[in-house]
């Protein structure tokens, strides 16, 4: 059981994901709008499996889970409604998760 | 081996080349990396310029922060070859700072000499206008069960055909 005082993340890890959001900033003025996608959800599977060890059971779930799930590479180009129903369907997890995190901080 | 033979083999060689963008942690035999960049020697270049200069790293510390810079760096290499522009001979050459030519835009494949069980992927370099590496080959043995589906290399395929227009 975790608190919000938990720290489920070093230093050096945050650099790493801060290092790749502002290079991803960068590359993404040259590259294919496409991958805008694909780079913000490679920064959540990088953070989420960062966290998740030192995580609450929920949050380790759904990054094991839902997030994990996502393919590495799935970019909105053939099968684009596919494409955007899975991530409404990641959102639609993603909720669940934080209706029930805060809402068991909320209880405390 | 006969002129069809080799072509053959040519051939087999193109259509097998792939992305590997799952590798294992097995390090990189340090007489395959060599045998890259000897490979490398060997590509045409425009003029004969050979503009481009490599840098070769298996260190730990330099693998991770390449990848944490490097937003297509999906894989997480044994090995990487930094492919980086020569700017000042460039320059003598008289090519302005930010002329397109200079970029590498394919990665290389896997010489025939490397280990078959290593394989190449890529990533792109960062900016057009740095001096920093155009391009980043990461080399390393492929992990089985990578997932492909809908995805931005996929199965590979060779692109459709363009015909040119008939003149009349």
């Known amino acids: ?108 | 081996m006969t002129a069809d033979e080799r072509g053959a083999a040519v051939l087999a060689a193109i259509r097998s080349r792939r992305v590997v963008r799952a590798m294992t942690a097995e390090p990189v035999a340090r007489a395959d990396l060599e045998a890259v960049l000897d490979a490398a020697r060997w590509a045409p270049t425009a003029g004969n310029r050979h503009l481009q200069r490599f840098v070769a790293t298996d260190d730990p510390a330099t693998l991770r922060v390449l990848r944490m810079v490097s937003p297509g760096m999906v894989q997480r290499p044994a090995a990487v070859v930094a492919i980086c522009t020569d700017r000042p001979r460039a320059a003598a050459y008289g090519f302005p700072p930010d002329a397109p030519g200079l970029h590498v835009d394919v990665a290389p494949p896997r010489p025939p000499s490397c280990s078959p069980r290593t394989r190449s992927g890529s990533a792109p370099g960062r900016s057009r206008r740095s001096a920093g590496p155009r391009w980043r080959l990461c080399c390393g043995c492929p992990r089985g069960g990578c997932r492909s589906w809908s995805s931005a290399s996929g199965t590979r395929r060779p692109p459709a055909r363009r015909r040119w227009p008939r003149g009349g």
């Open chain 1, 1 to 108: 059981m975790t608190d919000a005082n938990t720290l489920v993340l070093d230093e050096d890890t945050a650099l790493e994901l801060l290092a790749y959001l502002v290079t991803a900033a960068r590359t993404q003025v040259d590259e294919a709008a496409e991958y805008g996608p694909l780079r913000l959800l490679t920064a959540a599977r990088r953070l989420g499996a960062a966290i998740a060890p030192r995580a609450s059971a929920g949050t380790a779930a759904f990054a094991a889970g839902p997030l994990d799930a996502v393919p590495e590479l799935a970019v909105p180009r053939e099968g684009r409604e596919q494409y955007v129903a899975r991530l409404d369907d990641l959102c639609r997890a993603l909720a669940a998760h934080l209706t029930a995190h805060f809402g068991d901080r909320a209880a405390q």
